[in-house]
């Protein structure tokens, strides 16, 4: 059974960093795209980031460019979400997602239970 | 980018009933890259449909999916009382986008 467990999440003030995890279980990690989605309170689904199955690829959302950094490490079957500059507007629950294939097919097969980003003063 | 618009809103069904749910896209998409998810309360996402009318695996036959070019349909048949949740169709050409989102709720 495909597991995917977020962790990381918190409250932080504007402009400061966190940095989420997802331990991937009951599959084999390196071979498939993740990706990070996620959802602002009473809101909808926003794709965050996604990475390609041996990471030497990764892709982010206009609205988290460059203050993003997604990776992945295979040997420890875990993806990753650095979040710098953080905004209010990016107080959301962050979903750790499965993608369907290596590469190129961002449709999403399995979903952690997400972990609770509040960004507040 | 290509948006997608989901109507209605809200749908307010009986359990037993029938419904349809709309998706509309402001461009074409192909066909094989529209899957609509279920989410419950608190609970992530599901996917339910992928390729416009493909079944995920479990996923009762009590939902189907059609439609092409712009316009894509998500029908639930004899609505049981766990289909009650909001639904979301998404586009999987780069770069991705969901919908906003369809609420179906007891009538």
């Known amino acids: 059974e495909v597991q995917l467990v977020e962790s990381g999440g918190g409250l932080v003030q504007p402009g400061g960093s966190l940095r989420l995890s997802c331990a991937a279980s009951g599959f084999t990690f390196s071979t498939y795209a993740m990706s990070w989605v996620r959802q602002a309170p009473g809101k909808g689904l926003e794709w965050v980031s996604g990475?390609?199955?041996?990471?030497?690829?990764?892709y982010y959302a206009d609205s988290v460019k460059g203050r993003f950094t997604i990776s992945r490490d295979n040997s420890k079957n875990t993806l990753y979400l650095q979040m710098n500059s953080l905004r209010v507007e990016d107080t959301a629950i962050y979903y750790c997602?499965?993608?369907?294939?290596?590469?190129?097919?961002?449709?999403?097969?399995?979903w952690g239970q997400g972990t609770v980003v509040t960004v507040s003063s | 980018e290509i948006v997608l618009t989901q109507s209605p809103g809200t749908l307010s069904l009986s359990p037993g009933e029938g419904g349809t749910l709309s998706c509309r896209a402001s461009q074409g998409v192909s066909s094989t890259y529209l899957a609509w998810y279920q989410q419950k309360p608190g609970q992530a996402p599901r996917l339910l449909i992928y390729d416009t009318s493909t079944r995920a695996t479990g996923i009762p036959d009590r939902f189907s999916g059609s439609g092409s070019g712009a316009d894509f349909t998500l029908t639930i048949s004899r609505l049981e009382p766990e289909d009650f949740a909001v639904y979301y169709c998404q586009q999987y050409h780069t770069p991705l986008t969901f919908g906003g989102g369809t609420k179906v709720e007891i009538k």
């Open positions: 997602a499965k993608e369907t294939a290596a590469i190129g097919i961002p449709l999403f097969d399995s």
């Open positions: 990475i390609t199955n041996g990471g030497g690829d990764a």
